[in-house]
């Protein structure tokens, strides 16, 4: 049975964050390999070293326009005293040379064209001059002058990529080269996007008083498709716990992981909750977080399921402490966490002592080092700090304040440029 968090895990009821981290992550397991085609390959994490099968370059090729020639038979040539030739044929690009270049002859070649046989050097067309079947050379050339071997870039056996390496650009583009089209790699998780909530409507809708739309999907959303995972909206459930266990088991074949926002707290609306708590080996706990406290986690017919706060920047936060760490490591990704710098304060910020307390602030880098701006407010439903942040800073338990010029560790979630 999924080791699970309870409140009583600790004296006042919170779990330390990095306990209920660890409780989560150690749960949470590589999905199992697949074969796939290199277009959804690309982004996963290979499951096995990929070897080549062939080498790269497969023929030797020319590397420039001009002459295959003997290396031999221009050994002396130079402007007073051209080496002249017959020309014996044309090496083409995509084809066979259907001759070869014996004493005293050449063959015209195009730029990645294969060898002929019996050639072993490339003179430049413009170190040369033909007329009808002969051509003179004017410059010498060593064996192997603009030649492209056979296997310069890869040998047959070579590693193309290694067991555990992501696959970007430039390994999808050899893969591709090597004929390797089916890579074994980590699939990317499909996973299901609920919101619960009696009072949230579609953002296509305009609301009636006290309504609101729904942002927690959509952030959601973006943040999976940034983890690499593949997000499935699945719309808005009702405060209605029998109507949400409905929906969510409705999900299960397609599904390889479930996130909900909203109802994991104590009030009497909390769905969440009334829908699985006990059901599933699912678990609710206080994590001694802020924002994001309320948190549930287990597993609803074998799959992960992560059920977050109600509140945006709640959602936020918990997605990126529970569950960009776990896609990550379904994807069988080995680094796990955010980018971290120390950066100075430019604002002081505060927080309850007993907690982990995640400030959304802006970071920069000047001639003095990183830098640190608080965006807003610290409620948790202002998601516009959020927006203007590119990361957390952390005060952890204990601390309580920073002031400003004091350093404090923060976790970036984008890239400073963008």
């Given at each position: 049975m999924p080791r699970a968090l309870h409140d009583h895990d600790?004296?006042?009821?919170?779990?330390?964050?990095?306990?209920?981290?660890?409780a989560v992550l150690s749960q949470i397991h590589p999905l199992p390999p697949l074969e796939l085609p290199l277009t959804d390959?690309?982004?996963?994490?290979?499951?096995?070293a990929?070897?080549?099968?062939?080498?790269?370059?497969?023929?030797?090729?020319?590397?420039?326009?001009?002459?295959?020639v003997r290396a031999a038979d221009v050994a002396d040539a130079s402007p007073d005293a051209p080496a002249e030739l017959k020309v014996v044929g044309r090496a083409m690009i995509g084809q066979r040379p259907d001759a070869t270049v014996g004493m005293g002859e050449a063959m015209k070649i195009a730029t990645g064209a294969p060898i002929p046989g019996g050639a072993d050097a490339v003179i430049p067309v413009e170190n040369t001059e033909a007329s009808g079947d002969l051509v003179r050379v004017f410059d010498t050339a060593a064996v192997g002058r603009h030649v492209r071997p056979q296997g310069e870039d890869v040998r047959v056996?070579?590693?193309?990529?290694?067991?555990?390496?992501?696959?970007?650009?430039?390994?999808?583009?050899?893969?591709?080269?090597?004929?390797?089209?089916?890579?074994?790699?980590?699939?990317?998780?499909r996973v299901i996007v609920f919101s619960t909530g009696d009072e949230l409507i579609a953002p296509t809708e305009?609301?009636?008083?006290?309504?609101?739309?729904?942002?927690?999907?959509?952030?959601?959303?973006?943040?999976l498709r940034e983890a690499g995972a593949i997000p499935v909206m699945a719309g808005i459930v009702r405060d209605d716990p029998e109507q949400l266990k409905e929906a969510v088991l409705s999900y299960e074949i397609q599904a390889d992981a479930f996130v909900s926002s909203g109802g994991v707290s104590v009030g009497e609306r909390d769905v969440v909750k009334a829908a699985f708590y006990r059901h599933g080996d699912v678990a609710f706990s206080k994590v001694a977080m802020q924002p994001g406290m309320p948190q549930g986690f287990g597993f609803l017919e074998g799959k992960?399921?992560?059920?977050?706060?109600?509140?945006p920047v709640s959602v936020f936060v918990s997605f990126e402490m529970f569950v960009r760490p776990a896609i990550l490591k379904m994807m069988g990704r080995a680094n796990l966490g955010r980018p971290e710098v120390s950066a100075a304060l430019t604002g002081s910020i505060e927080g309850p002592r007993d907690k982990s307390v995640f400030v959304r602030v802006d970071v920069t880098r000047g001639?003095?080092?990183w830098s640190a701006a608080p965006t807003g407010g610290r409620g948790s439903n202002l998601i516009s700090t959020?927006?203007?942040?590119?990361g957390l800073a952390v005060l952890p338990p204990g601390v309580g304040s920073l002031e400003a010029g004091e350093r404090v560790t923060v976790f970036l979630f984008r890239a400073n440029e963008d």
């Amino acid at each position: 049975m999924p080791r699970a968090l309870h409140d009583h895990d600790s004296a006042d009821g919170l779990v330390p964050l990095d306990v209920a981290r660890e409780a989560v992550l150690s749960q949470i397991h590589p999905l199992p390999p697949l074969e796939l085609p290199l277009t959804d390959a690309y982004g996963c994490v290979t499951a096995a070293a990929v070897t080549a099968a062939v080498d790269l370059p497969e023929f030797a090729s020319s590397g420039m326009d001009g002459f295959a020639v003997r290396a031999a038979d221009v050994a002396d040539a130079s402007p007073d005293a051209p080496a002249e030739l017959k020309v014996v044929g044309r090496a083409m690009i995509g084809q066979r040379p259907d001759a070869t270049v014996g004493m005293g002859e050449a063959m015209k070649i195009a730029t990645g064209a294969p060898i002929p046989g019996g050639a072993d050097a490339v003179i430049p067309v413009e170190n040369t001059e033909a007329s009808g079947d002969l051509v003179r050379v004017f410059d010498t050339a060593a064996v192997g002058r603009h030649v492209r071997p056979q296997g310069e870039d890869v040998r047959v056996g070579d590693v193309l990529v290694a067991a555990g390496k992501r696959i970007g650009a430039p390994e999808i583009g050899l893969l591709a080269n090597a004929g390797v089209p089916h890579p074994l790699v980590h699939p990317r998780p499909r996973v299901i996007v609920f919101s619960t909530g009696d009072e949230l409507i579609a953002p296509t809708e305009s609301p009636s008083f006290g309504q609101v739309r729904d942002a927690n999907a959509y952030t959601l959303f973006g943040a999976l498709r940034e983890a690499g995972a593949i997000p499935v909206m699945a719309g808005i459930v009702r405060d209605d716990p029998e109507q949400l266990k409905e929906a969510v088991l409705s999900y299960e074949i397609q599904a390889d992981a479930f996130v909900s926002s909203g109802g994991v707290s104590v009030g009497e609306r909390d769905v969440v909750k009334a829908a699985f708590y006990r059901h599933g080996d699912v678990a609710f706990s206080k994590v001694a977080m802020q924002p994001g406290m309320p948190q549930g986690f287990g597993f609803l017919e074998g799959k992960p399921f992560f059920g977050l706060p109600g509140n945006p920047v709640s959602v936020f936060v918990s997605f990126e402490m529970f569950v960009r760490p776990a896609i990550l490591k379904m994807m069988g990704r080995a680094n796990l966490g955010r980018p971290e710098v120390s950066a100075a304060l430019t604002g002081s910020i505060e927080g309850p002592r007993d907690k982990s307390v995640f400030v959304r602030v802006d970071v920069t880098r000047g001639a003095e080092g990183w830098s640190a701006a608080p965006t807003g407010g610290r409620g948790s439903n202002l998601i516009s700090t959020v927006a203007r942040a590119n990361g957390l800073a952390v005060l952890p338990p204990g601390v309580g304040s920073l002031e400003a010029g004091e350093r404090v560790t923060v976790f970036l979630f984008r890239a400073n440029e963008d």
